[in-house]
């Protein structure tokens, strides 16, 4: 059962670039979150996608925008970086429902891609 | 929104020890989950435990337990018999039960196991 897969798993860019991390989901699961963690801090929630839309999206400018492909994979591209954009970025999966299964409402996160901006 | 807050910035124990890693949270929201995420050097958050609001009874998963306090909003995770594996930094999470799967985070606790 393949877990959740991220790439590339690090990443050098320099300011005003644009950059586009991949994140492929845990077998089953049709809804993929994004998160930024900056280095001594917890995950910061961007933005969540399920049925190829936006559902939802957290405290982050414009800049950070996303796609979901029918297969369930996902992208994360940010525009015009920042040097404050370095961090370690994080894609979680989970699979939508209100069943009380276990483990339906929890993420499973991928190994993270490390970007730094020079 | 909802806030986690993890007071400990860095515990130790040492091996085959107990400790444990305390965790507050702010909501107005009845129900809801907790979950305790564990990320080792190599980054990848791994799920150590998980808890419904609405259940009373307290999460176990092996030598990991919960101390949940709803009223208090407390969510506390012990480890009991530590071994040098649970170094790492420990991370307690919210999620809202309703209206969404974001997930909020704490500011993480590294733990230090001492041989």
């Known amino acids: 059962d393949a877990g959740v897969t991220q790439s590339p798993t690090h990443l050098i860019k320099t300011r005003g670039q644009q950059v586009t991390l991949r994140c492929s989901p845990k077998?089953?699961?049709?809804?993929v979150s994004w998160y930024q963690q900056a280095l001594g801090q917890g995950p910061q929630f961007i933005f969540q996608?399920?049925?190829?839309?936006?559902?939802q999206r957290g405290n982050f400018p414009d800049r950070f925008s996303g796609h979901q492909f029918p297969n369930y994979s996902s992208e994360l591209n940010v525009n015009a970086l920042l040097l404050g954009d370095s961090a370690l970025y994080l894609c979680a999966s989970s699979l939508v429902g209100w069943d009380t299964q276990v483990g339906q409402e929890t993420q499973y996160f991928g190994p993270g891609t490390r970007l730094l901006v020079l | 929104a909802q806030t986690v807050t993890q007071s400990q910035p860095e515990m130790s124990v040492q091996e085959a020890e107990t400790v444990t890693l305390s965790c507050t949270y702010d909501?107005?929201?009845?129900?809801?989950?907790l979950f305790w995420y564990k990320q080792p050097p190599s980054r990848q958050m791994i799920l150590v435990i998980r808890?419904?609001?609405?259940?009373?009874q307290n999460a176990t998963e092996n030598r990991f337990s919960v101390n949940f306090q709803k009223a208090a909003k407390s969510f506390s995770l012990k480890i009991s018999d530590s071994q040098l594996g649970d170094a790492a930094m420990y991370f307690c999470a919210y999620r809202t039960k309703w209206g969404g799967n974001q997930f909020y985070f704490g500011t993480g606790t590294s733990l230090t196991v001492i041989p």
């Open positions: 808890q419904e609001a609405y259940k009373q």
């Open positions: 077998s089953g699961h049709d809804t």
């Open positions: 909501t107005s929201e009845s129900d809801y989950y």
């Open positions: 996608y399920y049925e190829e839309e936006e559902r």
